[in-house]
Every structure is written in structure tokens, then in C-alpha cells.
């Protein structure tokens, strides 16, 4: 899928001395690991593994009852563990919800309502409780959504999140299939012989868009999801063999668990995220304990995610984690007078994105109470699919769940009133969900205090809307562009109020260099929502692509008066400087950018391309070649190091560099102009007019290569042809 953002490259103009070499795009990564001090426990301890999958529904496992896949390794855990048959999650949605696992305490505490959240570093996760207590610890997630700078990498040792640190426009580059992340966890564990450790194992399969690999592909055809479920469970037997070869499964504590469900359709939403029904909140949990104890269990109590971290704790024999809301279900498995809380949860995707009310819910272990401007009522046991809402004739009920809710919502709160992510999300981390299918935009609002939302739209009347919107974000990740602006343009039309759709359809144009049109919507957007910062950034970007460079400084540095800390603005701000000739401005704009981000490839790449201009040739291949190293992908960064090369007289580097350049990107002429250079240089004047006759086709425009391609003529003794070449490269501007 393609994000719904250009990618603003510049190419700089050079004497015929140079090759041409160009300005790269922005990029952004994060990480860190704190740790808490506890005591420490003793080394008999087991090892402790944690597997969350994606976006699985539990009624699609053989173990609770599905025959339509088969599920032999989860069902074998199963029978060797505790299989929780009324488990349910605190939002339909990945990161909150593992938010809530890895800490144990509700989203009104831990404060992360959305996608577009970040943990704070004074709330604490499982992993630094287990790394105080000796254990290393590592985590491997498969999406991007759960990215280190979302702040899940607090206590680990190692986080594997290897995803692209630059601008990427493909969801494929922004996650990795499960066999992918099993394979490095396999290899991190298989190196810590006799150390006990932690493993959080994530899975992103079963997510949208539906895509298993083969076998799996065609042995579930027409039920791609049940496919991609099938090559998890082969995951998880790979997984179990390969503890039992190490002779470390049975001394291994194993929950298998999901972050949250998903719709299919049963309530009119095709995945998740948007309702609180049990399609998207019921949840597979799984405890094999140690010793395979209490193998074959099956408990029917209603359990929460919020419960999985003390769990785990209190079976390694360990204290409490102090914030932890959630009960240990050792006393339940052992039956020793456990009772069940309610469970509580939330989902604040349509308030957030869309100025829609959110939706809350109480679950008792017989009904389910759903806080909307139209309240929703449902038995559980009698109605077990949540068709039938019973308010009108329960309303005592109802109103009595509802202040339980609001009393749990009190008495689970941090303190103070939660609200939308005090850390904006940097136009990169938005592109990149926006590519996974997300919805990314936040317009910052906050949660009420009262939690009275009574006079903002019920999103069960817009969910028309929703799906429409969802439908015109996937034609414009599909590059369906024509068929995304018509949707758009209906969605403004019947909710004026939509930004989502304004910033959209600007990206459309942006996209089509309908750059006028663009900047139209992206005002627009910004009437209704002055402060936000992925508009300010996108307007700003498009006046850069439409050559108003005056107006795209003023943009870039408006987004960094609200987000100073935005190294994307900073990096766009050195583009436009750059493109106005202020190099020296430029560099200190990318040099600022580093400060913030040491990793953003498309600073270091820039800042390269400025040294060169500047004549540093040797700093500028050593910040050229970092560029590379974080960002492999980048054929601008490695056709301005084969031009450094060259420059530096090392031909056969240089033409390596310029063959990545075209290898990444077929339709380069300007690297094909640099080959051709670099050629014409060595000698080789056969293949100096092949890669310069292709810059032409590619380009017929180019100066430059009519220029070098007469000089090649020339050299070749064919005069009359080198003539010609000279007199277009005349006629197109060229000047020695």
C-alpha cells in the first residue's frame, strides 16, 4: 500500500566538473530502557515468554471450538496450560492494549487512548520488573505500530523493531511476517545459554490486509484470515519445538494471548478499533506454567489483559508490581476465593480521528454496559452476539452499570484527567500508520472529566460515514487517486467538519502535482484545526514541490513553533533552504535535526549533499555512508556518494554506488548520467554511451547528458553525432 504523502526529493545543479547528486527525504527512530530497582529473586526461576498475536479472534481456534482451521500446536498448548474462555482486552486497538498487558494497569491510568499514543516513562512495564529481578529481557514486534518510540521499549534489554528509520510509503516495509521475527527471537534466545530471560514474542499476521503465504494461501482460499491463523499456529509449533530441543520448555512459563479481536462484519465494521462489541474485545488466553501445572484447565471466569502481568508475576513468585491494576489469576487456577472485577475498557479511535463520541463499556460476567449517547445494554448469556440492546427496558440496570463504570473509571484514573498524547507524532510515525491503515490524524483533544460526550455524534449513526472514509484511505494507499478525491469530496460534504478528509484529499493532489488544489484543502483543514501540525507540515511540503520556497520556510518554521522538536520540519526547512542556495542555513538546519534524532537518515544524507556543495568531499562520503547504513533503501543518498567518489577519483566505487542507485530506482537518469560521467572517465566509452543514451530516454531534457554524451561522440571520433549532441545541450540551457 502507498502512503498518502509524495516524497520531495531536489536535485541540485552542478558545473560539468560534478555529477549530479540530490536531497533525500525524512526519517525519524527512537529507543531507550529504564529499569527499576527491586530485589533480586533467585536463579531457579523460569523463563518467561510472552506471545501476543495481532488481531485474533478466539472463536477462530480449534481449542474454542472453530473446525475450520487447524490449530495443532496452539490446541497442544492448550491442553498443556490453562485455557481462559471468557478473556477480553481494555481497547481494540494494538498499542493501548498492549499498553495495558505490559503494564497491568487501564488505559485511564497508563494514559495511551489511541495509536497515535506514547507510554510514559513513569509508568512501568513488566519487563522492568523482571530485568530488577536478573532475567535479560527482549522484545520482537512485527508492526510498526508498536515501535520503540511509542514507548513500549521501557526494561528491555534488546527491542527488535527493524523497521525503515526514513520516509517509506509501502505497509510492507512497516511490518514483517511472523516467520521473520521468530527467526531473530530464535537466535537471541538461542544465544543466552544458562541466563534466564523474558521474551515478548509479537505477531501482526492476522491483521489487515489479508495476505497468509503459502501453503497456507491456497489451502484457505476464500478465508485469507483463517490462512494467516493457520501460519501462526505453525509458528507457535516452531516456537515449542524449538524450547523443547534447548530442553527449556518445561521450565518455561508461556501465555499466549491477543491483543484484541476483530469484526469480520458482525456489527457492520470490517476489522477493529471503531465499536466495543465482543468481536473486537474478546481475546485466546493461554497460561502454560511451568512443569506443565494445571495442564488441560479450562476456567470460564470473565479475565481482562490488565490481569496478565500480575499473573505472571505472582506464578514466578515475585511481588506485585505496585501500580498494577489487574488481579493475579493464580488464586483463580488454584481455586482459592478469587473474584472477578468487571471489566472495563474504552475505544477513543472515533473521538480522536473523527470528533465523534467515544465509546466506553463495563462487562460484568452476564452483561455488558456500552456508554454512548445511544447507551447499549446486552445479556451476555442470552445474547451472546450483542443483537439484542436492551436499554429501553433495562434502564435501571443500565444507569447502576454506568455508574460502576464511571466509579472504576475514577478510582483506576492517574490522577488527574487522561487526555490525547501530550507528545505530538511526528509527520514520519504518521505517514508510516497511515501505511498500516490507520487513521493516524489526532487533533489533539482532550478527554472530558465528566466523561459526558451525550452531545457529539453516536459513531453507530456514522458508521456510513466510517466506512466510506476506510474505503477511500485504501484507494488511496492503493494509488486509486481519482476514486479516493471523488469519496473524499462526498465525506466534506456531509460532515464539514471532517479534517481527516481536507488533509486527505490534499495528499491526493499533492500526489497527482495538483499542487494548487492541494494547498486549497490543506487551508481548509487548517480553518478548522490552526494547531495542527501534520497540516502546517504538508502545506509547507507542498509549497517546497510547487517551487514557492518563501512560503514553504514561513510553513516549516510555523509547524516548528508548535512542535519545536520535530526534526521532520527541520529537515524540510533545510530542503527549502537549500533549494534557495542558503547551504550554510541548511546544514545548521540539519545539524539541528541530528541533535534531536542522530539516527534520521534523511539529515545526514542532506547534510552530506551540502558538504559536497561546500567542497567537503571527505566529510561528506563519512555522513553519506551513515546515511546508508540506516537507511539501505535511499538511491538519492547513494547517487550523491558516487558522486563524492568520483569526485575523489575512485571510479570503480563510484560506479558501484551509482549501479545501487539504479538498481533501487529504475527511472533514475540522473544516476544513469553519473554512470555515464564515471565512464567517460575510465575510459570506457561503449558503456558511457549506453548509460547516458538511457539518462536521455529517461530524460530527454537533460542538458548535461547531451553534453557528456557529445563529449563521449567526440571521443569516440564520431564528430558528427557529437555535434548534435552539443548543439541540443545549447539549445537546453547548457553553459560550460
Not at 168 to 194: F, H, I, K, N, P
Not at 218 to 246: Q, W
Amino acid at each position: 500500500m502507498h502512503a498518502g504523502i509524495s516524497i520531495f526529493r531536489a536535485v541540485l545543479s552542478t558545473c560539468c566538473a560534478l555529477p549530479f547528486f540530490g536531497i533525500a527525504t525524512l526519517g525519524a527512530a527512537a529507543r531507550g530502557a529504564p529499569a527499576t530497582s527491586l530485589p533480586k529473586a533467585s536463579a531457579e526461576q523460569p523463563n518467561v515468554i510472552l506471545v501476543t498475536i495481532d488481531t485474533l479472534r478466539p472463536d477462530r481456534l480449534e481449542c474454542y471450538g472453530y473446525t475450520r482451521i487447524k490449530t495443532s500446536s496452539i490446541d497442544s498448548l492448550a491442553s498443556e496450560g490453562i485455557r481462559f474462555t471468557d478473556a477480553v482486552a481494555q481497547v481494540p486497538l494494538t498499542l493501548p492494549s498492549h499498553c495495558s498487558i505490559l503494564t497491568g494497569t487501564y488505559p485511564t491510568f497508563h494514559g495511551v487512548h489511541d495509536q497515535t499514543g506514547h507510554l510514559p516513562k513513569n509508568r512501568t512495564t513488566l519487563a522492568q520488573l523482571l530485568k530488577a529481578q536478573g532475567y535479560s529481557t527482549a522484545a520482537f514486534v512485527s508492526s510498526f505500530v508498536l515501535n520503540s518510540q511509542f514507548g513500549l521499549n521501557q526494561g528491555f534489554d534488546h527491542f527488535d523493531d527493524a523497521f525503515d528509520n526514513g520516509r517509506v510509503s509501502r505497509a510492507d516495509e512497516l511490518e514483517r511476517r511472523g516467520d521473520q521475527t521468530l527467526s531473530r527471537a530464535l537466535a537471541w534466545m538461542a544465544r543466552l545459554e544458562g541466563a534466564k530471560f523474558f521474551v515478548w514474542l509479537h505477531f501482526y499476521d492476522p491483521h489487515a490486509p489479508y495476505t497468509p503465504p503459502e501453503p497456507f494461501r491456497s489451502e484457505y482460499a476464500g478465508r485469507p484470515y483463517d490462512g494467516e491463523i493457520a501460519f501462526v499456529d505453525s509458528l507457535i509449533g516452531e516456537l515449542t519445538s524449538f524450547l523443547k530441543n534447548k530442553g527449556w520448555y518445561s521450565q518455561t512459563l508461556l501465555i499466549f494471548a491477543a491483543d484484541h479481536g476483530e469484526d469480520l462484519g458482525d456489527h457492520g465494521e470490517n476489522t477493529h478499533g471503531f465499536f466495543v462489541y465482543d468481536s473486537t474485545l474478546r481475546i485466546p488466553l493461554i497460561i502454560k506454567a511451568p512443569g506443565e501445572k494445571f495442564g488441560g484447565t479450562v476456567i470460564s471466569e470473565p479475565v481482562q489483559s490488565v490481569d496478565i502481568a500480575p499473573t505472571i508475576l505472582q506464578i514466578l513468585s515475585l511481588p506485585p508490581g505496585l501500580e498494577m491494576q489487574g488481579k493475579s489469576l493464580l488464586p483463580l487456577i488454584m481455586h482459592k476465593g478469587w473474584r472477578a472485577n468487571p471489566a472495563m475498557g474504552e475505544t477513543y479511535y472515533p473521538y480522536f480521528h473523527f470528533g465523534w463520541s467515544p465509546l466506553l463499556f463495563l462487562r460484568t460476567d452476564r452483561y455488558k454496559y456500552i456508554d454512548a449517547p445511544n447507551p447499549e445494554l446486552y445479556d451476555l448469556q442470552r445474547d451472546p452476539r450483542e443483537i439484542r440492546n436492551l436499554f429501553s427496558t433495562h434502564r435501571s440496570l443500565a444507569y447502576e452499570l454506568r455508574k460502576q463504570l464511571l466509579e472504576l473509571q475514577s478510582r483506576f484514573g492517574a490522577g488527574g484527567s487522561p487526555s490525547a498524547p501530550a507528545r505530538p507524532l511526528d509527520e514520519a510515525a504518521w505517514e508510516k500508520l497511515k501505511s498500516l491503515g490507520y487513521v493516524a490524524y489526532d487533533a489533539g483533544r482532550a478527554v472530558s472529566e465528566s466523561g459526558n460526550y451525550r452531545k457529539l455524534p453516536d459513531p453507530k449513526g456514522k458508521l456510513g460515514i466510517y466506512n466510506r472514509f476506510q474505503s477511500a484511505l485504501l484507494d488511496e494507499q492503493n494509488n486509486h487517486l481519482p476514486q479516493a478525491i471523488r469519496i473524499f469530496r462526498q465525506l466534506t460534504d456531509l460532515d464539514a467538519n471532517l479534517i481527516d478528509a481536507y488533509i486527505d484529499l490534499g495528499l491526493c493532489y499533492k500526489r497527482l502535482g495538483q499542487y494548487d488544489s492541494a494547498i486549497e484543502q490543506f487551508k481548509k483543514a487548517l480553518e478548522r484545526d490552526p494547531a495542527n501540525t501534520i497540516v502546517t507540515y504538508n502545506l509547507a511540503h507542498t509549497y517546497a514541490l510547487a517551487g514557492r520556497t518563501e512560503e514553504a520556510v514561513v510553513g516549516f518554521q510555523r509547524t516548528l513553533q508548535l512542535s519545536p522538536h520535530e526534526s521532520e520540519a527541520l529537515v524540510g526547512l533545510g530542503i527549502a533552504y537549500q533549494l534557495r542556495g542558503d547551504i550554510e542555513q541548511a546544514m545548521a538546519e540539519y545539524e539541528r535535526a541530528l541533535e534531536i534524532n542522530p539516527s534520521d537518515s534523511t539529515a545526514l544524507s542532506n547534510l552530506g549533499s551540502a558538504l559536497l556543495t561546500r567542497g567537503n568531499t571527505d566529510k561528506a562520503i563519512v555522513y553519506l555512508k551513515r546515511a546508508l547504513e540506516i537507511n539501505p533503501k535511499d538511491a538519492e543518498a547513494y547517487n550523491t556518494l558516487g558522486s563524492a567518489l568520483l569526485i575523489e577519483g575512485d571510479l570503480t566505487e563510484a560506479v558501484a554506488s551509482f549501479r545501487q542507485a539504479v538498481d533501487l530506482k529504475a527511472n533514475y537518469a540522473d544516476a544513469y548520467v553519473n554512470l555515464g560521467l564515471a565512464f567517460l572517465q575510465e575510459g570506457n566509452l561503449q558503456k558511457a554511451t549506453s548509460n547516458l543514451r538511457k539518462a536521455l530516454e529517461i530524460n530527454p531534457s537533460s542538458a548535461y547528458a547531451h553534453h557528456l554524451l557529445g563529449q563521449t561522440y567526440s571521443a569516440r571520433g564520431m564528430h558528427e553525432a557529437a555535434e548534435a549532441e552539443f548543439l541540443k545541450a545549447k539549445k537546453l540551457g547548457y553553459r560550460q
